[in-house]
């Protein structure tokens, strides 16, 4: 792995956790550098392994998913921007969005960072990948439940309620 570019990677997550989030004291932030972090590694580690036998199941499910990440991503960012008014970025936003994906699920964002490091795990699935792919997910969770509390304070019943009628990750289950 080429530690420079580890290095500057995580310089750059870092700035966006704190452009985006964190200096506007949304602690959701911390945990989500963890979730990006670990699908950066991953990529590093899996980068040649993206062509590799094509048709193999892990590769066919590989793309499935990274596919979908890039649909959930834009569907759920592209909402937020319309429709939630954001203040200074797409995450601030000033109305909350429960239309589209977000009347199915509150956190397509999220879902499409889990769905992208997974994706690129399966590329090559061995020990240390998989550790990184559960440290995606659980930086996922719990940045969700972080953002989760944020929004409560922000959006009041208005969100309990929200939280009440839609599901987490995966509309109809999670």
């Known amino acids: 792995m080429n530690y420079y570019v580890l290095f500057a990677g995580t310089v750059l997550i870092v700035l ?3 452009f985006l989030s964190l200096r506007y004291k949304r ?11 670990s ?8 980068y040649r392994s993206w062509f590799t036998n094509p048709f193999s199941p892990f590769q066919v499910a590989s793309w499935s998913l990274l596919i979908l ?16 008014k954001p203040d200074s970025n ?3 936003t000033s109305l909350l969005v429960k239309s589209g994906i977000y009347a199915y699920i509150r956190h397509p964002l999220y879902l499409s960072i889990f ?23 659980i ?20 969100y309990r ?10 509309p109809f289950i999670v």
Do not use: C
């Open 115 to 137: 769905l992208l490091g997974t994706g690129i795990m399966l590329k090559n699935p061995e020990p240390v990948q998989l550790v990184l792919g559960a440290i995606n997910l």
């Open 39 to 46: 699908v950066f590694i991953l990529l590093l580690l899996n």
């Open 161 to 170: 309620n929200y939280m009440r009628e839609t599901k987490m990750f995966i």
């Open 90 to 92: 797409f995450e601030n």
């Open 27 to 37: 602690y959701h932030g911390i945990a989500r550098f963890f979730a990006f972090e």
């Open 139 to 158: 930086a996922v969770y719990i940045t969700a439940r972080i953002e989760e509390n944020e929004m409560a304070v922000k959006f009041g019943d208005d």
């Open 69 to 84: 990440s890039v649909y959930v991503v834009i569907t759920g960012y592209l909402l937020l921007k319309r429709k939630g």
């Open 16 to 18: 966006f956790s704190w």
